[in-house]
T-cell receptor, first 112, second 113 residues
Framework: EAQVTQNPRYLITVTGKKLTVTCSQN?????MSWYRQDPGLGLRQIYY???????DKGDVPEGYKVSRKEKRNFPLILESPSPNQTSLYFC???????????FGSGTRLTVV | AQKVTQAQTEISVVEKEDVTLDCVYE???????LFWYKQPPSGELVFLIR??????QNEISGRYSWNFQKSTSSFNFTITASQVVDSAVYFC??????????FGQGTTLQVKP
């Protein structure tokens, strides 16, 4: 089944403790992206990647890192999480030339 | 700059009422796509429709219909005879050739029995 898989679905962590949210897609898509969703703000892009080893900042990249060493994986790294990064995170992927993304199921992160 | 505006933050209706969710967008691109997504309480994003900038034909899918008007930069979504299961957050989104998907703020729809 074609899908984007995020893990974990839920995570509660403490301020400053490094964490990684994984994202994997099995559709051989070139584009991958991370979004965060906050009430009243919709979904905002954090980082995106147009292909292996090619990443760029989205609208709200501060406090996040990403890497794209393999086509299928696009992990989101929070080196020192803070409470303002408490949010619902979505990973998404799409093929080049296609205008719609396939979304993962979301990761609800709470930083206390 | 590209932007999507959903002016309605929350809408509450009684079951069987019709409801329209508004979406206004801004873009300088001539080729772009518009989307609607549904987010039920479980949290996942459910794709509803995609419409490209060259196709202004309205679309109907069961109780759902979409009205795309380039003249007013709007892509409104109507649910006919609403049901409790329609309760969700609905997002309108815009994508152009940069590949970036830009979302509106979302409209929370509550359908009461």
């Amino acid at each position: 089944e074609a899908q984007v898989t995020q893990n974990p679905r839920y995570l509660i962590t403490v301020t400053g403790k490094k964490l990684t949210v994984t994202c994997s897609q099995n559709m051989n898509h070139e584009y991958m992206s991370w979004y965060r969703q906050d009430p009243g703000l919709g979904l905002r892009q954090i980082y995106y990647s147009m292909n292996v080893e090619v990443t760029d900042k989205g609208d709200v990249p501060e406090g996040y890192k990403v890497s794209r060493k393999e086509k299928r994986n696009f992990p989101l790294i929070l080196e020192s999480p803070s409470p303002n990064q408490t949010s619902l995170y979505f990973c998404a992927s799409k093929a080049r030339g296609v205008y719609g993304y396939t979304f993962g199921s979301g990761t609800r992160l709470t930083v206390v | 700059a590209q932007k999507v505006t959903q002016a309605q933050t929350e809408i509450s209706v009684v079951e069987k009422e019709d409801v329209t969710l508004d979406c206004v967008y801004e873009t300088r691109d001539t080729t772009y796509y518009l989307f609607w997504y549904k987010q039920p309480p479980s949290g996942e994003l459910v794709f509803l429709i995609r419409r490209n900038s060259f196709d202004e034909q309205n679309e109907i899918s069961g109780r759902y219909s979409w009205n795309f008007q380039k003249s007013t930069s709007s892509f409104n979504f109507t649910i006919t005879a609403s049901q409790v299961v329609d309760s969700a957050v609905y997002f309108c989104a815009l994508s152009s050739n940069t590949g970036k998907l830009i979302f509106g703020q979302g409209t929370t729809l509550q359908v009461k029995p």
